[in-house]
Nanobody
């Protein structure tokens, strides 16, 4: 299953962006979708995840209070609303999905996801 991420761009510190991620196939049925990001020269970092069947959302500590996750179950689309952006949020943001029912403690594990989007660049200027 291919994922299509969009919504990245250039924004000033304190600004907002909303990223979207949707599967290219309407027949796909991910149970868990997540956002990761990778800044230049750094490892890929977990940002947020949602488990469709439980209706639950999880956020990394670094983005709590600033980022929110929402989803459109009918479209199987995942959104990442990013507010109060900081230069440290500059990264390529990737969405990922899996048909596996991940336990909460494994949501941050990029290896648990079998499908990935192409990434969308978010640049926050100071």
């Amino acid at each position: 299953v291919q994922l299509q991420a969009s919504g990245g761009g250039l924004v000033q510190t304190g600004g907002s962006l909303r990223l979207s991620c949707a599967p290219s196939s309407r027949t796909s049925s991910p149970t868990t979708m997540a956002w990761f990001r990778q800044a230049p020269g750094k490892e890929r970092e977990y940002v947020a995840a949602t488990r469709f069947s439980f209706g639950t959302v999880y956020l990394a500590e670094s983005v709590k209070g600033r980022f929110t996750v929402s989803r459109d179950n009918a479209k199987k689309t995942l959104y990442l609303q990013m507010n109060s952006l900081e230069p440290e949020d500059t990264a390529v943001y990737y969405c990922a999905s899996t048909r596996s029912a991940l336990i909460v403690s494994n949501l941050h594990n990029s290896g648990a996801y079998e499908s990935w989007g192409q990434g969308t660049l978010v640049t926050v200027s100071s």
